[in-house]
């Protein structure tokens, strides 16, 4: 076990090892990492590019995706500490005109709490469906617009995650506080912890996003979501995020500016309700987990074009976190690119978890699928098809063929939990594909029909 900060600095070269390993098997485009121990910041860097010709370094900005919930729920807590907010109040004590599914009963029973820990009963589709947008929308306008969607649970009853649940955080801080999000958490939480290379914006600096495409990563300028910013998309970089953790791991205070009292950080990361992960409990802005009898606190994070990773094991004041600029939602879903957790293994003596699918494997099997269905769909069918009169055989296979595109289309945005929308922001490679072939298998069904006819 780690003792003390000289026995992580001897493992440095593990770490930049492990991490340059990572970065060339994951083809990442670049990645940077802070680690914190015991009050100082043990390990800093950058690898890899942050797009024309810049390379990445500590201080380069990414969007940090769901670790802006940790922000988000820490500001409420200032909040609730100010007497402006009670944790047990309905929402609508603050936002009158608050309302879900119209006309929903269960809405005014929402309360501040439900939000913080996903307990609202909003969807999880809702909330990706928040981090699809354009970019064209207000906190407030994407507020109301939740009173056409229905809860999916009473409030207060079953932990579901929704960014949604934080888009309505970011407003009730504007609502209580008078400013606008991104002022709150600037003049409140960035400036007086020096956060200098962080944003409530698209921030000067910010490193180039790209995604993974049948396994390669290119370069994508994704909208930047103001109304998402409590959700998803604050800005900042491994040096700043450094300072947040070892805030986390304090009593509030950081170099002796008291940014939240002692009593309620620990409300913040007091484990709450069970998640739909085995082991991991939902606390404010974070996740509980037990990591070989040490109990951690984490939280990852995405938009379509970055990755974050944040870990705190507190019994060891110990923190890492890892910024990256690449993503797509497969990878995520596998949990391909938990950086941070391993750097924290590594820290801690324990042997790094190895995973049987590796990025590679993963999308060399997807792309020798997607090859042989669609030599499948353009050959061999279009053969059997036209290569004699119609049967009832060829006639049934014909009408299956073109009833899965119309299957898809419905079905496949439940399934994933995401609109189409989403599925095209996040999983381009495969809803081109889907897309192709669906408008492909129509057009040649429609031309063996009319051939069949002739």
């Known amino acids: 076990m780690i003792g003390a900060s000289t026995g992580l600095k001897e493992r440095v070269s593990s770490i930049e090892a492990y991490l340059a390993q990572v970065q060339r098997d994951l083809r990442l485009p670049g990645l940077s990492v802070s680690v914190v121990q015991h009050g100082e910041v043990i390990y800093a860097a950058g690898f890899g590019t942050a797009g024309a010709g810049r390379a990445v370094d500590r201080h380069t900005p990414f969007i940090l995706g769901s670790l802006s919930k940790s922000f988000t729920a820490l500001a409420v807590m200032q909040l609730v500490e100010r007497k402006l907010v009670d944790l047990d109040e309905p929402v609508r004590r603050y936002i009158p005109w608050f309302m879900v599914g119209s006309p929903s009963p269960d809405a005014g029973r929402i309360t501040v709490r439900d939000l913080l820990t996903h307990m609202s009963g909003l969807s999880r589709y809702v909330g990706r469906d928040l981090l699809s947008g354009r970019g064209d929308k207000s906190v407030e306008q994407s507020v109301k617009e939740l009173s056409a969607v229905s809860l999916i649970h009473t409030p207060g009853v079953q932990f579901e995650y929704s960014n949604s649940n934080y888009l309505v955080l970011a407003y009730l801080i504007e609502t209580v506080s008078g400013l606008s999000y991104p002022t709150y958490i600037e003049r409140f939480i960035f400036k007086p912890l020096s956060m200098g290379n962080s944003a409530a914006a698209s921030a000067p600096g910010l490193a180039q996003g790209y995604r993974w495409w049948f396994g390669w990563p290119l370069p994508f300028d994704a909208p930047y979501l103001v109304d998402a910013q409590g959700a998803a998309f604050l800005v900042s970089s491994a040096a700043d995020m450094a300072r947040w953790l070892l805030l986390h791991l304090s009593d509030g205070s950081l170099d002796g500016v008291r ?74 879903q596998l949990g391909l690119d938990q950086i941070a957790m391993h750097v924290v293994r590594l820290l801690l003596s324990l042997p790094p978890l190895r995973k049987r699918l590796t990025l590679r494997s993963f999308y ?31 006639v049934g296979l014909l009408v299956l063929d073109s009833f899965w595109p119309f299957l898809a289309y419905f079905w496949l945005p439940r399934a994933a939990d995401m609109p189409w929308r989403g599925l095209k922001l996040y999983v381009p490679d495969l809803y081109s594909w889907l897309t192709g072939m669906a408008v492909i298998t129509l057009v040649l069904n429609l031309l063996i029909v009319l051939r069949w006819l002739l």
């Open 259 to 332: 940014v939240l009292s002692a009593a309620a950080l620990e409300v913040l990361h007091a484990p709450f309700v069970s998640t739909k992960k085995r082991g991991s409990t939902a606390a404010m802005g974070w996740r509980v987990e037990s990591l070989e009898g040490e109990r951690v606190l984490r939280h990852g994070g995405e938009v379509s074009n970055f990755r974050s990773e944040m870990v705190l094991v507190p019994g060891r004041g110990l923190g890492v976190v890892v910024l990256t600029n690449c993503n797509n939602g497969l990878i995520a």
């Open 364 to 394: 060399l099997g997807l792309n020798a699928g997607i090859v042989t269905s669609t030599l499948l769909q353009l050959w061999l069918w279009p053969f059997f098809a036209l290569s004699g009169r119609p049967t009832w055989l060829s």
